[in-house]
């Protein structure tokens, strides 16, 4: 079945030690998207790309950086993370603009 | 910024009763789109239903339909025949025309009790 899949689902960093979240799709879309989601709250875009073209929210952290290499792949970095990025990290991919978004399953990152 | 309101932060329902989640929109826009979509307790999100402004009958989806009032800028979603599965928030999520990412509301949390 095509999907979404992000890995790995729960990731324990140290304060300030980089990490690293991968997200794959099996869909072929253009657009794919990183969301930060804390308890509580609605997911809250970082940033996203249209094919190469990447596009960042005003207020995103400039410790939020992400790479597509490829269709397929997207990867979200935080250089140093702090315990305030201690959230669910949701990927999404869609077709276009204007088309339904299709989420991963997330990774739960804490950091310690 | 657009303004997305869920009016209930929290419902409980019997299973197997109908039952209307509340999201109204601030937009000067006449096209746009309006998703909603499911998060269990697992974090998934799932797409359930898409409703366009220009769309002359509201949108149905299997349970899930969309009660669409685009004078009040509401488009409340109603899940009939409600399922213990069916417990999960739930977002609403208006997309204007040529906007490149959705904005959700607050989300409504929802309890099906046997």
């Known amino acids: 079945d095509a999907m979404v899949i992000q890995n790995p689902r729960y990731q324990v960093t140290q304060f300030g030690k980089p990490v690293t979240l991968s997200c794959s799709q099996t869909?072929?879309?253009?657009?794919m998207y990183w969301y930060q989601q804390k308890s509580s709250q609605a997911p809250k875009l970082l940033f996203h790309?249209?094919?190469?073209?990447?596009?960042n929210e005003a207020d995103t952290p400039d410790n939020f950086q992400s790479r597509r290499p490829n269709t397929s792949f997207c990867f979200l970095d935080i250089r140093s993370p702090g315990l305030g990025d201690a959230a669910m990290y949701l990927c999404?991919?869609?077709?276009?603009?204007?088309?339904?978004?299709?989420f991963g399953p997330g990774t739960r990152l804490t950091v310690t | 910024a657009q303004k997305i309101t869920q009016t209930q932060p929290g419902m409980f329902v019997q299973e197997k009763e109908a039952v209307t989640l509340d999201c109204t929109y601030d937009?000067?826009?006449?096209?746009?789109?309006l998703f909603w979509y499911k998060q269990p307790s697992s974090g998934e999100m799932i797409f359930l239903i898409y409703?366009?402004?220009?769309?002359?009958q509201n949108a149905t989806e299997g349970r899930y339909s969309l009660n669409f009032q685009k004078a009040r800028k509401s488009a409340n979603l109603v899940i009939s025949a409600s399922q213990l599965g069916d417990s999960a928030m739930y977002f609403c999520?208006?997309?204007?025309?040529?906007?490149?990412?959705?904005?959700f509301g607050q989300g409504t949390r929802l309890t099906i009790n046997p």
């Open positions: 999404a991919t869609s077709a276009g603009v204007g088309y339904e978004q299709y």
């Open positions: 790309y249209y094919d190469k073209d990447f596009n």
């Open positions: 869909l072929n879309h253009n657009v």
């Open positions: 999520a208006p997309l204007r025309q040529g906007a490149q990412k959705l904005v």
């Open positions: 937009t000067s826009d006449q096209s746009y789109g």
């Open positions: 409703q366009g402004s220009y769309d002359e």
